[in-house]
């Protein structure tokens, strides 16, 4: 059956419809088993217009526009016009002067991110893994996407963003094996504090000494400069009296100060932007990049553009003076032996033996990983984005015309049937704990409170995103009916749906800060209709600063508590738990 979202469903071959909905019968059993498919390269789709094309036919494309580039750089160079332009535009400035080799700071601040990006790319991987499609728009409306890594979303059952879910190998993803974005988010996020933490270290000394001169251009001539250097590498020449250890060529100047000047700060604010504290409380901010999802392309981009970069810097390295090279890099010299070699090898022998000791960590001391986060990286978090409330608001018009459903298990216990049997009449919300007046209210007594409408913008951890519109009871009047005691801090959340592979009721918290947020409320409609049962009737949990999986459907009852230590494992939620999310993640 054609994909409803892809444009080009009805243009499929019976025999490629047939190979999909094999595909799909697998992944669907795949999906009841508890176990996603691994990625498959042959998967990896391109949109161009209205097409999805192989990612390896535009490599294909590629190989042979460069090929034809060499040719033409060959045959410039060759000619008389080529040859007074590189003449006349030394690839190797002579001046301004600038100290030779290579200081201690760099040295070292190379070798760590050359460590921490190798993390941050693993575990980034593993991340995108959990929603492997990218879009420009804000809506992730399925077949529109410009990238993807894995096929169209059938169209004859509920496609659950879960379900969408690949598998990465351990070669590749951090930790890789199964769905594991919780334990891939405690190492992103952790190596990114490092990696921000070794730049600031590094712009410091860059900025007190004269190291500075080799690196940021001063000199407009730097442009028809890096020109002739490029022009000299396609037709496979190598500049002469180039050497990293006496100067930077003009090539070479402009590509690292890109890469440490725009680049990096990129990959941060990008990351940023994809924050739903920080997105809705200044709509601002995503904007300067298009919007969430622009963002989250931009920061996958820049992923590859690091990877492309160290690929062809050690391209360029062994093929410029390989031991010399080294050398310079690890040592500050410039002799031409193996000492740089050696040190390099043990370097790389390093970071593997490292990324296979992570791997196994994961897994062997997953709750250590996970409480080592919470008191950084979440202790972080709290203090970047927990001073101020959200408050942005969008219009009816920008509403998402898809909408992800997201569950591990839909509700299926014999109170929730006869329940939902009956239209919820006999439902009865329960909010009892450590407050003063107890209740039980049922849809008509929640109604009656009087009903807040906000359109708002949805962040999934998983990476998808959603404008929907809301409505229902705002949570401070449900904080100031039952008047909680003084040592309350946290709320606990609990549905009439299972979790995941542990079993057992689905459950989540809440700061009271959070709560009482003018945009924080228990919504029964969605998009000017009563809540589909799909995302959540009769209840659902709507708190903007907070990502999706901690906004619970299906609510049964609501506990408040002096802290969520005090429930289950004590991680504050179900995911958390089990899937050793953290306990708040407002990015």
Same mark, same amino acid.
């Given at each position: ?10 243009? +499929? ?10 595909? /799909? ?16 390269? #042959? ?6 217009? !209205? ?92 077949? *529109? ?33 199964? *769905? ?5 988010? *405690? ?16 712009? $410091? ?34 500049? !002469? ?103 390099? #090898? ?13 791997? !196994? /960590?994961?897994?062997?001391?997953? +709750? ?70 107890? $209740? ?28 929907? @519109? ?16 003084? @040592? ?46 799909? *995302? ?39 995911? @958390? ?11």
């Amino acid at each position: 059956m054609p994909d409803r979202a892809d444009p080009h469903a009805s243009n +499929r071959s019976p025999a490629r419809e047939a190979e999909l909905q094999d595909e /799909f019968l697998q992944e669907k059993l795949l999906a009841e088993e508890g176990v996603h498919p691994r990625m498959r390269l #042959t998967r990896v789709h391109v949109r161009l217009g !209205r097409r999805f094309v192989s990612v390896w036919w535009l490599l294909g494309v590629a190989a042979g526009l460069g090929a034809i580039v060499v040719g033409a750089a060959k045959l410039y160079a060759a000619s008389s016009a080529g040859s007074r332009f590189l003449t006349q535009h030394a690839c190797v400035p002579t001046s301004p002067p600038v100290p030779a080799g290579m200081p201690a700071f760099v040295r070292w601040t190379h070798l760590l991110t050359f460590f921490f990006l190798v993390i941050i790319v693993r575990s980034g991987l593993q991340v995108l893994a959990d929603h492997p499609r990218l879009y420009t728009k804000v809506h992730c409306t399925p077949g *529109h996407e410009w990238l993807r890594f894995r096929g169209p979303v059938p169209r004859d059952r509920v496609w659950t963003a879960k379900e969408d879910t690949i598998t990465l190998s351990p070669l590749v993803g951090l930790p890789g094996g199964r *769905h594991t974005i919780g334990v891939a988010r *405690h190492w992103h996020f952790s190596f990114d504090i490092l990696f921000v933490a070794i730049g600031i270290v590094y712009m $410091v000394f860059l900025f007190s000494t004269p190291w500075l001169h080799r690196l940021v251009p001063t000199h407009t001539a730097i442009v028809p400069g890096a020109a002739s250097c490029a022009v000299t590498y396609l037709s496979l020449h190598f500049p !002469r009296g180039a050497s990293g250890y006496l100067r930077y060529d003009a090539l070479q100047q402009l590509t690292y100060f890109a890469v440490i000047f725009l680049l990096a700060p990129l990959a941060i604010l990008t990351g940023l932007a994809m924050s739903p504290a920080l997105d809705n409380r200044h709509r601002w901010y995503p904007r300067l990049f298009g919007n969430r999802q622009v963002a989250r392309s931009i920061h996958f981009l820049v992923m590859v553009a690091f990877v492309v970069f160290f690929i062809g810097h050690m391209a360029l390295v062994a093929l410029t003076g390989f031991a010399r090279n080294l050398n310079d890099i690890t040592l500050g010299t410039n002799r031409d032996n193996l000492d740089g070699f050696a040190i390099w #090898t043990a370097v790389i022998a390093l970071v593997i033996t490292f990324n296979v000791w992570a791997v !196994r /960590f994961s897994w062997t001391h997953t +709750r250590v990983l996970q409480r080592v986060s919470n008191l950084t990286v979440g202790r972080l978090m709290d203090r970047l984005f927990d001073h101020s409330a959200p408050r942005v608001q969008y219009r009816r018009e920008d509403i998402s015309p898809y909408f992800w459903p997201n569950h591990a298990r839909m509700p299926d216990s014999p109170e929730w049937r006869a329940l939902a049997s009956d239209d919820f009449r006999a439902y009865r919300l329960k909010v009892h704990g450590l407050v003063e007046n107890p $209740v039980e209210l049922s849809m008509e007594q929640i109604r009656a409170f009087g009903k807040q409408e906000q359109i708002t913008l949805h962040h999934c951890i998983q990476g998808w995103s959603g404008i929907a @519109e809301w409505g229902g009871l705002p949570f401070a009047e449900l904080i100031e009916l039952v008047r909680p005691a003084p @040592e309350v801090e946290w709320v606990m959340f609990y549905s009439f749906a299972a979790g995941g592979e542990g079993g057992g009721r689905y459950y989540d918290s809440h700061s009271i800060h959070d709560l009482r947020h003018p945009q924080s409320l228990l919504a029964y409609e969605m998009n000017g209709e009563r809540l589909p049962i799909l *995302h959540g009737r009769p209840l659902r949990l709507r708190v903007e600063n907070q990502l999706g999986f901690k906004h619970v459907k299906w609510i049964s009852e609501i506990e408040f508590v002096h802290h969520f230590r005090e429930r289950y494992a004590g991680q504050g939620g179900y995911n @958390e738990d089990h899937e050793f999310f953290g306990y708040r993640d407002e990015i």
